[in-house]
């Protein structure tokens, strides 16, 4: 059978039905029976999962994947299905407790899905078999009284000599907030009131539920990602402040990606530095036996009270070698075309000269992509034809250039502009040679370099 065009093969993918949210990415000494090039340790990838079809259902799973480094992941699995007592086991987290990994995870019924609850499942020594604790859910159904529609998606921290959980949350008034518990032995929780919510008067990024609720440090600061449901999936967003044990005080907020990326989740990588994933969402297609994939590892980093975001450095990993260089050159409105492969690494420098840069990806079938870079407005537009843009700020590096870094995967494409953002689109099937072009506008646009490297496949 013929390979899916469409299938990326750098871009995790499940090998068929529905994958959304990335969850619990941890890193763990290695232990008997450790693969090839995990001497050191390995990761653990987990996901929310749909096994049956390529399409969302209230019974998803927790699917799990292993890997020595954030790019090469294997034995994709089921880790944790619903029991008898449950529909569905969705979002949450994975924490460390007295040497052995625990899944914190929201347990759903298909009568009242809004209504999660908080249950744990213990793994193995091995991370390979994972139990449900048979005494239930540490947290139950939330009572009437306290008007929440949809309460979801944990995430657990250690703070001090106890366990700080986060919680998703949307009031039956439209209002989104993140509430906090807290416990000493991950079994009994103290409800600790409110994490953060809108504050009146202060800008903030809005919606009716803030799902997946990251909570963690970054240099100097605290940040918290929320991902932001308004009446379907929005976007994901960021806020830099300060944190007292107890309540989360934004200095400001930030977009920190736009559609299709969804459910970011933050870990730390082996090296200690904080590191995400992201859910690029697409629609749903019962014919096509897969769907969903996820970003590229990112790199977190802090500049003032704005979070950055760039590839993490295991993405340079998967280059097969320089398959083309170009510059310094001048760029006209007449754009410059070189052939690209459907996986593909480009780098690029260039002056634009007071005017938008354009970036377009097209094969035999027509247009796939156009990126607008326009330093002057601050920004950088993804379009893709008949489907919705994705957008993201842009800086000028220190000398006036605008950088770009294009990661293409088949049917998948993350920019990342200068200035520490990312935007994303998913893209139709290649259909031939793709050829990429790149024009300036304006008197004096100049293409420093451009460097693109074919990328390997190593998923599915």
Same mark, same amino acid.
């Given at each position: 059978?013929?390979?899916?065009?469409?299938?990326?093969?750098?871009?995790?993918?499940?090998?068929?039905?529905?994958?959304?949210?990335?969850?619990?990415?941890?890193?763990?000494?290695?232990?008997?029976?450790?693969?090839?090039?995990?001497?050191?340790?390995?990761?653990?990838?987990?996901?929310?999962?749909?096994?049956?079809?390529?399409?969302?259902?209230?019974?998803?799973?927790?699917?799990?994947?292993?890997?020595?480094?954030?790019?090469?992941?294997?034995?994709?699995?089921?880790?944790?299905?619903?029991?008898?007592?449950?529909?569905?086991?969705?979002?949450?987290?994975?924490?460390?407790?007295?040497?052995?990994?625990?899944?914190?995870?929201?347990?759903?019924?298909?009568?009242?899905?809004?209504?999660?609850?908080?249950?744990?499942?213990?793994?193995?020594?091995?991370?390979?078999?994972?139990?449900?604790?048979?005494?239930?859910?540490?947290?139950?159904?939330?009572?009437?009284?306290?008007?929440?529609?949809?309460?979801?998606?944990?995430?657990?921290?250690?703070?001090?000599?106890?366990?700080?959980?986060?919680?998703?949350?949307?009031?039956?008034?439209?209002?989104?907030?993140?509430?906090?518990?807290?416990?000493?032995?991950?079994?009994?929780?103290?409800?600790?009131?409110?994490?953060?919510?809108?504050?009146?008067?202060?800008?903030?990024?809005?919606?009716?539920?803030?799902?997946?609720?990251?909570?963690?440090?970054?240099?100097?600061?605290?940040?918290?990602?929320?991902?932001?449901?308004?009446?379907?999936?929005?976007?994901?967003?960021?806020?830099?402040?300060?944190?007292?044990?107890?309540?989360?005080?934004?200095?400001?907020?930030?977009?920190?990606?736009?559609?299709?990326?969804?459910?970011?989740?933050?870990?730390?990588?082996?090296?200690?530095?904080?590191?995400?994933?992201?859910?690029?969402?697409?629609?749903?297609?019962?014919? $096509?036996?897969? &769907? #969903? =994939?996820?970003?590229?590892?990112? %790199?977190? +980093?802090?500049? @003032?009270?704005?979070? !950055? /975001?760039?590839?993490?450095?295991?993405?340079?990993?998967?280059?097969?070698?320089?398959?083309?260089?170009?510059?310094?050159?001048?760029?006209?409105?007449?754009?410059?075309?070189?052939?690209?492969?459907?996986?593909?690494?480009?780098?690029?420098? $260039?002056?634009? &000269? #007071? =005017?938008?840069?354009?970036?377009? %990806?097209? +094969?035999?079938? @027509?247009?796939?992509? !156009? /990126?607008?870079?326009?330093?002057?407005?601050?920004?950088?537009?993804?379009?893709?034809?008949?489907?919705?843009?994705?957008?993201?700020?842009?800086?000028?590096?220190?000398?006036?250039?605008?950088?770009?870094?294009?990661?293409?995967?088949?049917?998948?494409?993350?920019?990342?502009?200068?200035?520490?953002?990312?935007?994303?689109?998913?893209?139709?099937?290649?259909?031939?040679?793709?050829?990429?072009?790149?024009?300036?506008?304006?008197?004096?646009?100049?293409?420093?370099?451009?460097?693109?490297?074919?990328?390997?496949?190593?998923?599915?």
């Amino acid at each position: 059978m013929a390979a899916d065009p469409r299938r990326p093969g750098y871009h995790f993918t499940a090998p068929s039905g529905w994958i959304n949210d990335p969850l619990g990415v941890t890193w763990h000494a290695a232990a008997d029976g450790a693969g090839p090039g995990e001497e050191r340790g390995r990761y653990e990838l987990f996901y929310q999962f749909n096994p049956e079809a390529p399409v969302w259902a209230v019974a998803c799973r927790w699917g799990q994947a292993t890997s020595a480094d954030l790019v090469r992941w294997r034995e994709p699995r089921t880790a944790l299905e619903p029991g008898p007592e449950e529909s569905g086991c969705w979002s949450g987290s994975v924490v460390v407790d007295g040497g052995g990994p625990v899944i914190v995870y929201t347990s759903v019924l298909a009568d009242a899905p809004g209504h999660g609850r908080i249950a744990l499942a213990r793994g193995d020594a091995g991370w390979r078999r994972w139990t449900p604790d048979p005494a239930g859910p540490v947290i139950g159904t939330p009572a009437p009284e306290l008007g929440l529609a949809h309460l979801r998606d944990p995430f657990v921290w250690r703070h001090g000599d106890r366990w700080h959980m986060a919680v998703g949350v949307g009031r039956t008034d439209g209002r989104p907030s993140v509430l906090q518990y807290s416990s000493t032995d991950l079994r009994t929780w103290r409800p600790d009131g409110v994490l953060a919510e809108p504050e009146p008067g202060r800008p903030g990024p809005g919606g009716s539920v803030w799902e997946c609720p990251q909570l963690f440090p970054l240099g100097d600061a605290w940040c918290l990602v929320v991902s932001v449901w308004d009446e379907d999936p929005s976007h994901v967003a960021c806020a830099v402040g300060d944190y007292d044990g107890r309540r989360f005080t934004a200095r400001s907020w930030q977009e920190l990606a736009a559609f299709p990326c969804y459910a970011t989740t933050v870990f730390a990588d082996a090296q200690g530095r904080r590191s995400a994933f992201s859910w690029l969402r697409e629609t749903a297609d019962p014919d $096509a036996g897969w &769907a #969903g =994939a996820l970003s590229v590892p990112w %790199l977190l +980093d802090l500049d @003032g009270d704005r979070v !950055t /975001v760039g590839p993490h450095p295991d993405v340079d990993t998967l280059r097969t070698g320089d398959v083309v260089r170009r510059g310094p050159e001048p760029l006209a409105a007449e754009p410059t075309v070189l052939g690209v492969p459907a996986r593909a690494d480009v780098g690029l420098r $260039a002056d634009p &000269a #007071g =005017a938008p840069l354009e970036l377009t %990806l097209d +094969d035999d079938g @027509g247009r796939v992509l !156009t /990126v607008v870079a326009d330093a002057a407005a601050g920004g950088m537009r993804l379009t893709v034809p008949d489907g919705p843009a994705s957008r993201a700020p842009l800086r000028l590096e220190d000398d006036g250039a605008v950088a770009l870094r294009l990661l293409l995967d088949a049917g998948v494409v993350e920019v990342f502009p200068g200035g520490g953002a990312v935007a994303a689109a998913r893209l139709r099937p290649p259909d031939g040679e793709l050829r990429l072009g790149l024009s300036g506008a304006g008197d004096g646009a100049r293409l420093r370099e451009l460097v693109l490297h074919g990328m390997s496949r190593v998923i599915g």
